[in-house]
């Protein structure tokens, strides 16, 4: 290297590191006012505890730094940073229990990641159930559970749990997902064929063609979840798994094959569950939960409002209703916060004419990214 180019670098590395001063005097002047924030809280709650996450807020903070930003950093990895940002704020606060539906290595506990950051608590669970029974008893803040994939559908025993359950949704998150066929030790060689292949149903699934081309004679077996498919095939040389990358780290196996998906923009929606109330962001979704007469017309005249309103319906989908034999519930999800004035009219049209109308809740719309 040239003198003169040296120079160069020296002078470039030199700004970068008074960059790098600033950056950090100015992220911890933002956790000391996230303190001071804390301490307002704290005296202005009185008896009742008080509430440090607020989704809404930060959901606010992500799509304005998303909006203003210039480049050339993209606003996928500017929203990355400011998470990590607000969750290391945030548990100078008060630090967040999360529950997810486990075990760790899932797609789950990455969605739990991505919506709250590093620095929360995450308590792996073993079953849906478990998640909204944590959060309801209070021992975590917050549950962060699969709701619907892009290609395989809805996930149904999450929707049955709001049957019963108190929880609100507080939140969604939508995790682009892509799987990858793994094992012991590497590739395969004469002796060491692949003879069993573990993954969660939904997973194989969404891998049925890829498997049908690579792997056709070898039986797939059906587990709980992507990370038992992946402990499994750690315990047995002639096993494999199809899991996420996070997996392969925690149990030490070689990646085959990447992204054996199908479909390239293969997508799971999950849903942050709390027992809060979410204010209005100004991107919101709102889930509610409709029982109607059985009569003729009973699906017309429930959809007939939004239509006549205006409002994007985004899902709606049909659930046994678990009260008698042929009744059915549906689970609404449409555009806007119950506190909007044409969200007001629309659920007051249907409260007037359905069985019961259960506001699921009000939440930030995922931020994409």
């Not at 849906?128 to 699969?146: K, Q």
């Not at 049955?160 to 939508?174: A, P």
């Not at 095939?233 to 085959?256: N, S, T, V």
Request: aromatic fraction near 6%; include cysteine.
């Amino acid at each position: 290297m040239a003198d003169g180019e040296a120079k160069d670098l020296d002078v470039l590395r030199d700004r970068i590191d008074a960059i790098d001063t600033t950056i950090l005097e100015l992220l911890n002047e933002r956790a000391q006012i996230a303190l001071e924030v804390a301490e307002v809280k704290q005296a202005s709650a009185g008896d009742v505890p008080p509430v440090f996450y607020r989704p809404e807020r930060e959901a606010q903070v992500l799509r304005r730094m998303m909006d203003e930003n210039p480049g050339p950093l993209s606003g996928e990895k500017v929203a990355l940073v400011y998470r990590q940002i607000m969750s290391a704020c945030l548990a100078l606060e008060e630090p967040l229990r999360v529950a997810f539906l486990g075990p760790e290595g899932t797609f789950t506990q990455l969605a739990t990641i991505k919506q709250f950051g590093d620095s929360v608590i995450g308590q792996s669970l073993v079953t849906v159930d478990d998640v909204f029974r944590e959060v309801e008893t209070e021992s975590c803040n917050y549950g962060v559970v699969p709701v619907e994939n892009s290609t395989e559908g809805v996930i149904s025993h999450t929707l049955d749990n709001f049957l019963s359950s108190t929880l609100k949704v507080c939140g969604e998150v939508e995790l682009r997902v892509h799987h990858h066929l793994m094992r012991l030790g590497g590739e395969d060689a004469p002796g060491r064929e692949i003879k069993r292949i573990y993954s969660h149903q939904q997973t194989l699934g969404q891998c049925r063609l890829w498997l049908d081309g690579h792997y056709p004679r070898i039986p797939r077996i059906s587990v709980t979840s992507n990370a038992e498919a992946a402990r499994r095939a750690a315990g047995e040389p002639d096993a494999a798994a199809i899991a996420p990358e996070i997996a392969a780290e925690l149990y030490g196996l070689q990646i085959l094959s990447r992204k054996i998906e199908d479909l390239s923009n293969n997508t799971t929606r999950f849903l942050v569950v709390g027992r809060e109330q979410v204010g209005p962001s100004g991107n919101d979704k709102t889930s509610i939960m409709v029982s109607t007469h059985n009569r003729p017309g009973a699906l017309y005249k429930l959809l007939e409002p939004f239509h006549r309103h205006n409002v994007m319906l985004t899902k709606i989908e049909t659930r046994p209703s678990k009260t008698g034999m042929w009744s059915y519930v549906f689970f609404i999800d449409f555009e806007g916060h119950q506190q909007d004035d044409v969200i007001r009219d629309v659920l007051a049209e249907i409260d007037a004419d359905a069985l019961e109308v259960k506001m699921l809740g009000s939440y930030p719309r995922a931020i994409t990214h």
